[in-house]
């Protein structure tokens, strides 16, 4: 089938940071599916060296594949060296270590995205800049409040709880997350805007991530969400009881269509698909399963009540994905549940 027309050749290299996350790695694999070269960086090369030796081992034996390690993304000049050569950046990687106190994440964050934009416009070679947002840059989680999603939308309210004086407990952890994620998002469009820089600018902003995992560290975290259920752990779902799901395979497409695509610039990509809770989620895995036994249903919640224009990252999924609508929420179930019975039968 016939690719859509791009700017930026195959076997042009493509640098993923932090490549060993869930959303990176599908992205560099989608990326090395089309032809593209794929620089990942890693903070430990070690605790990374599964890239290499298991899910991109052939790219990797012909040198399709690499990684670098950039032990810290908020040193300035941290990615001077690793970005040479390259024709798209796709800036995946965050702090998200939860801390409560703003200070230890929120100047970071932002650092790591504005001081790799800065090693960009030095870099001839660069013709694309993807950032991985959330749509918790865009909202605050609040079932009540009914809200649109505009391209000039941001969750200041996260902002504000966050560098509420202190103490720092725990609680203010999240806020601190979404808040950093609403600044460092900010601050690449504000570069776009003053920069005018020779490259585009684009964002991806998905909902709640679920779909398949490429390796068992990906379910290994508090937010592999339907391991969670698998094991009857409700833990901290029961905070976010109301979600909007998105496939993995959906967030990596549109980055990798944001970075091709030559008709888009400065765009914030809205990646969300089903509006739903974690009870449709056991009713799914039930209807799959019927041998097996789930943990019970959750108390059952008001959908979140948040909108936004969804043509356009749906006119990019077709396009460069063959792809009508997000996948639903039963195929995402479904891939992940496969991962999770293989490893952890």
């Known amino acids: 089938m016939t690719e859509p027309a791009t700017n930026i050749p195959r076997g042009s290299w493509v640098l993923v940071t932090g490549a060993n996350g869930f959303v990176a790695s599908h992205v560099a694999q989608q990326f090395l599916h089309r032809g593209y070269k794929v620089r990942g960086t890693i903070r430990d090369l070690e605790k990374s060296s599964w890239l290499i030796q298991d899910v991109f081992k052939s790219y990797a034996d012909t040198g399709d594949f690499e990684l670098v390690v950039v032990p810290d993304l908020a040193v300035a000049g941290a ?3 690793v970005i040479k050569g390259v024709s798209i950046i796709v800036h995946a990687a965050s702090i998200v270590n939860f801390s409560p106190d703003p200070n230890e ?13 800065d090693a960009a416009l030095k870099e001839p070679s660069v013709k694309a800049f993807v950032y991985t947002g959330s ?39 999240m806020h601190v997350y979404q808040a950093s994620k609403t600044e460092a998002e900010k601050a690449v469009l504000k570069f776009l805007a003053e920069k005018n820089p020779n490259f585009s600018i684009n964002s991806v902003d998905p909902s709640t991530i679920m779909g398949e995992a490429l390796n068992k560290k990906h379910l290994e975290t508090p937010y ?17 009881p109301s ?40 009713a799914i895995v039930r209807r799959l399963y019927p041998q097996r036994k789930f943990m019970d249903d959750l108390p059952v919640h008001p959908p979140l009540a948040v909108t936004t224009d969804f043509s356009q990252p749906l006119a990019l999924l077709k396009k460069w994905g063959h792809q009508d609508g997000w996948k639903s929420l039963e195929e995402t179930v479904a891939d992940n549940m496969k991962n999770i019975l293989e490893w952890y039968p």
Do not use: M
Not at 163 to 171: L, N
């Open 79 to 81: 990615f001077d060296a």
């Open 105 to 117: 994440v929120i100047p970071q964050t932002v650092s790591g995205a504005t001081s790799i934009l």
């Open 135 to 173: 749509i918790a840059a865009a909202v605050l989680y609040d079932p009540e409040k009914s809200v649109h999603v505009e391209r000039d939308t941001w969750n200041e309210a996260a902002v504000q709880f966050a560098w509420a004086p202190p103490p720092y407990d725990s609680s203010r952890s």
């Open 224 to 240: 592999s969400y339907l391991k969670v259920l698998y094991d009857g752990n409700v833990g901290f779902l029961a905070d976010i």
């Open 243 to 282: 979600i909007i799901h998105i496939d993995v395979k959906d967030v990596a497409l549109l980055h990798v269509a944001a970075a091709l695509d030559p008709e888009v610039n400065g765009a914030r990509l809205q990646a969300w698909g089903d509006n739903c809770n974690w009870n449709d989620v056991l």
